[in-house]
């Protein structure tokens, strides 16, 4: 083995020097003197960045394009990209195989040349347009990113579950004369077609060849060929394009750090999506800062599973690839993701707090509820580590103890199978983003994996970078200090009654600003606009705190906020977040308060499998997890609604809710939200205007039923 793969190479041992945790008393994130202004905080750094921030680990490294490449060049024969091939005779997907990094680097370099020449052959030159990008987690998904990245031009991808409309006016609000697809999506497009008259060809990244005795006339690329003619497109493979470009045998075409690498779409709650430009420059910021946070290095594995057109999974695998870790894709069902883990036992694993939920869901009710020796023993580990995990001193006048959730014995005989069962054992870190943690189930899992489980935030708008927890901090109910690349302050929200003089920490709307901030928005300089204040910062419209170390807590959301009757603002996230956690048979929440009312209702989703454990105990009689009509019907007996609310209300009454703040009726269901029905965004956000119509009969019922007194007669309205 060559010396140099024995050691961290100069850029990661940079990063080791900012993935420190500040001595005791010592704040995460600093002040510069000077910097306050009326209204707003001073201005807070990473403790290491008082005299700049963070751009690049390694000044050679400036686009994205040469983080690849620098990684390539280091560990050419090292896997890259992985994947689970199906197996038509066993019907199932059999385990990982791999491509290193050589194969990548030189398919990227032909498959970027083969782009290019299908574009010029369209009148399409220069370089910086877009190409479209079209498929679920996949490693051609990253092939076809890094080959855009080879020939200065920038991926728009789309989510593998949007609607055709909003596919539709992505593809023609970014111009794209190209999408690249998974097969599943062409059918769609050759639809779309006479509505998009930019839209010029495709390629398929699935396999068109004519296969094995079969007619040429018949393969899937005569009939696509046939179909598409119809309506004026062009549809190739991707080795047809791969070999396009090997037989031109042109050199890279390298972009600059203020190019564009992606217009990201978010796929906001309301109205049409806003393409975030972002450009080289912010990845090689955001990665440097994500690097700083993963501890990732050749070693490493990861998963990708979470949307790849969501720049919070993008932004995973640029770390990925970077510290030259191998990157395993997940089979295409998230619901069979546990399997895809057992067999890469990640050493790095990054989620949401829906999926975390869900695992600690499972790792309770198979250890910690389980009746007998196998459940006292469970509890006495898991409240013997969460003592060990807790910094506060055990007596008075005592020091406090060396936080840890490791155990030499509990560990071993405990703890590591667990982590196993969900294949997470080999796992260093984990991180949590897109929506608050519950703080009981961060440090649940941190001791039942044995691991550190740390909370992030940022924003597509941040490339998905801005605030993060450091090592060896065992806190909760926070997202840590700002990261080496950003800034950050807080601006005081009157008319919320949050201020920058409130005691005992200033509270008020985070601003950010720094190396991995956009700049605009895609055509929309109203919109962008609106995004910044007067002096550049961009205002995030999350409502923090920050305390004396510098650490920042999310505790409202400046849009997501109902007022009652009374007078009083409610912030339903947050009571959401509570009651999923508490109660593990529920997966979705809908927490729902008008203006003319006084007191608050919800619509539930319930998690099939552990629901129907409780509704069987409840009603007295067994409901198989399987048994979908048995358990639909369970979500309306009137006992089992009894039931979740005395639960609901008992979680409220644990985390002080006021009086109004605790839900007063509810309607349970299977999966009443999803992206299918268009009220979850693509990231799993409930769109909350669009819910509030569309269940506005079944809201009417419960407020009605709950100011008759009759709370537990359930409502008949269909959802």
């Known amino acids: 083995m060559p010396s140099f793969l024995s050691s961290r190479p100069p850029y990661l041992q940079k990063a080791d020097e900012y993935y420190t945790t500040p001595s005791k008393g010592q704040p995460y994130s600093i002040t510069l003197a000077g910097s306050e202004k009326p209204e707003r905080t001073a201005v807070y750094r990473h403790h290491k960045c008082r005299d700049g921030l963070l751009q690049t680990l390694d000044p050679a490294v400036r686009t994205g394009h040469d983080m690849f490449e620098v990684t390539a060049q280091r560990y050419p024969h090292s896997p890259c990209l992985g994947f689970r091939p199906y197996d038509t005779a066993k019907k199932t997907f059999g385990p990982y195989e791999w491509i290193d990094y050589e194969t990548v680097q030189k398919r990227r370099a032909n498959f970027g040349v083969g782009i290019v020449e299908l574009h010029a052959r369209e009148g399409i030159t220069g370089a910086q347009y877009g190409v479209g990008l079209w498929c679920q987690n996949r490693p051609e998904w990253q092939l076809t990113d890094l080959a855009c990245m080879s020939q200065s031009l920038f991926s728009v991808s789309l989510y593998d579950t949007l609607g055709p409309d909003t596919s539709e006016y992505i593809i023609r609000h970014a111009n794209l004369a190209c999408v690249v697809c998974s097969l599943p999506h062409v059918p769609t497009l050759l639809k779309l077609k006479p509505r998009l008259p930019n839209l010029k060809f495709i390629i398929v990244l699935d396999n068109l060849e004519t296969a094995p005795n079969e007619r040429p006339e018949l393969s899937k690329q005569a009939l696509l060929d046939t179909l598409a003619a119809d309506v004026g497109l062009k549809i190739f493979s991707l080795e047809t394009v791969e070999s396009l470009g090997e037989s031109l045998n042109r050199p890279y075409n390298p972009p600059q750090p203020s190019d564009p690498i992606t217009i990201n779409y978010t796929s906001g709650t309301t109205g049409s999506p806003k393409g975030v430009i972002l450009t080289h420059a912010m990845a090689v910021a955001a990665t440097s800062s994500s690097l700083v946070s993963s501890k ?18 993008r932004l995973l695998e640029h770390t990925a690839l970077w510290a030259g870790s191998r990157l395993g894709y997940f089979h295409g069902n998230v619901l069979e993701l546990v399997d895809d883990l057992k067999l890469l036992r990640p050493t790095t694993f990054a989620s949401v707090p829906r999926l975390f939920n869900r695992f600690g869901g499972a790792i309770k009710a198979q250890t910690v509820e389980q009746p007998g020796f196998k459940g006292a023993l469970s509890r006495h580990i898991v409240r013997t580590k969460l003592a060990n995990a807790d910094p506060a001193p055990r007596s008075k006048g005592a020091a406090p103890p060396t936080p840890t959730q490791y155990h030499m014995v509990y560990d071993r005989i405990w703890g590591r199978k667990v982590a196993a069962a969900i294949g997470l054992d080999r796992a260093k870190t984990m991180v949590s983003g897109s929506a608050p943690l519950d703080p009981s189930l961060q440090q649940f899992l941190r001791v039942a994996f044995s691991t550190r489980l740390f909370q992030g935030y940022g924003l597509t708008e941040t490339y998905a970078v801005a605030l993060s927890q450091p090592p060896d901090d065992f806190s909760v109910s926070n997202c840590g200090g700002l990261m080496p690349c950003q800034e950050a302050c807080l601006l005081s929200v009157p008319d919320m009654d949050y201020t920058v003089e409130d005691k005992p920490y200033p509270r008020g709307e985070l601003l950010l600003r720094g190396g991995s901030v956009f700049k605009e928005y895609y055509k929309n300089q109203e919109e962008t606009a609106k995004a910044f204040t007067d002096d550049g910062w961009f205002k995030t419209g999350d409502i923090c705190s920050v305390d004396e170390l510098g650490r920042f807590s999310i505790i409202d959301r400046r849009k997501n906020v109902l007022k009652l009757a009374q007078g009083e603002y409610i912030s339903p996230e947050r009571i959401e977040g509570v009651y999923l956690s508490s109660c ?123 100011l008759d007194g009759e709370r537990v007669k359930p409502a008949n309205a269909k959802l």
Do not use: M
């Not at 309306?636 to 605790?662: C, H, N, S, T």
């Not at 965004?681 to 569309?694: D, S």
């Open 296 to 313: 990732l290095d050749h070693t490493g594995v990861a998963c990708s599973y979470l949307p790849l057109a969501h720049i919070y999974g």
């Open 584 to 706: 593990t048979y529920l997966a979705q929440a809908f927490v729902h308060g008008d203006s003319l009312q006084t007191f608050l209702v919800g619509i539930f989703g319930v998690q099939p499998d552990t629901f129907a454990l409780f509704a069987s105990k409840v009603l007295g009689r067994e409901i198989a997890p399987t048994d979908v009509a048995a358990i639909k019907a369970a979500c309306d007996e009137p006992k089992v609604k009894a039931a979740v609310l005395k639960d609901l209300d008992r979680a409220g009454r644990k985390k002080k809710f006021a009086g109004y703040e605790r839900i007063r009726n509810i309607k349970l269901a299977v999966e009443p939200f999803s992206v299918d029905n268009d009220l979850l965004t693509p990231t799993l956000k409930l769109k909350r205007p669009v819910a509030a119509k569309r269940f506005r009969d079944v809201l009417d019922q419960l407020y009605a039923e709950a």
